[in-house]
């Protein structure tokens, strides 16, 4: 009778053990996703209130410092160029040869027409350095058990003050999340589909963003190729390589 009173004193102790905390799950996310580079090919299909737009491109990432998109169709969009380094954005537009930097207010327009603004681009990868995170409960996401995580930004300049992230308590890899104002308005979603294991990571093939304060039924961001921790030339990330 003793021994089984410890085991049912124990049994709480071992659940609550193994639920881990904000911080350490936002830790596993950063090191499953996180790389040193990424070469990719991708395209956004944009559903807007009429029709639906196709634009395809190919980028290169250095951490998330540093990322250098092509866009490559349709005919419109091709040879527009952009580049981000650190906090500052480069768009080259072909069709006027001039290359502006993107700032201010004008950071927060969509991104060519799709649900992301240029300020969703902007956004660090890393969330452990812009939020407080806790978990508040659990939930089945696509047939999968997940984590809720809760986060709190830290600061008044994070863009989204309040997130929730769905974690999937195995592959730890986000499959949703809501971006909100600081009043608790729910501003944007996020779905992560199509999970593949690629080397020692889990990652998702396609993302799709919702603007819930805009009309359409959401921009689709769907990854046909992509390499991580390959060797990219430094003049990649330059504003030169912007007009070649």
Not at 35 to 63: D, N, P, V
Not at 180 to 205: C, H, Q, V
């Amino acid at each position: 009778m003793k021994r089984l009173a410890i085991i049912l004193f124990l049994i709480p102790t071992i659940i609550w053990a193994q639920e881990p905390t904000g911080k350490e799950i936002l830790e596993k996310i950063d090191k499953n996703m996180a790389s040193k580079s990424t070469i990719s090919t991708s395209k956004m299909l944009i559903h807007g209130a009429r029709q639906t737009r196709t634009i395809e491109a190919k980028s290169w990432g250095m951490g998330d410092e540093k990322s250098f998109t092509e866009y490559l169709a349709p005919a419109r969009e091709k040879g527009t160029k952009m580049l981000k380094l650190e906090d500052k954005l480069w768009i080259y537009s072909p069709g006027s040869d001039r290359t502006i930097q993107i700032s201010g207010h004008m950071l927060k327009q969509s991104l060519m027409g799709s649900d992301l603004s240029y300020e969703d681009m902007m956004d660090n990868v890393k969330l452990l350095e812009d939020y407080d995170a806790g978990v508040i409960g659990s939930e089945i996401v696509n047939e999968r058990d997940c984590w809720i995580v809760e986060l709190q930004a830290k600061t008044a300049e994070v863009n989204y003050q309040i997130r929730k992230v769905w974690v999937d308590k195995v592959r730890y890899i986000p499959l949703k999340e809501e971006l909100y104002a600081k009043s608790g308005k729910l501003l944007k979603r996020m779905e992560l589909f199509d999970i593949t294991k690629i080397g020692n990571r889990w990652y998702p093939k396609k993302i799709v963003f919702k603007d819930m304060l805009k009309k359409g039924d959401g921009t689709e961001f769907i990854i046909d190729e992509i390499e991580f921790d390959k060797e990219i030339p430094e003049y990649i990330f330059t504003k030169a390589a912007l007009r070649k």
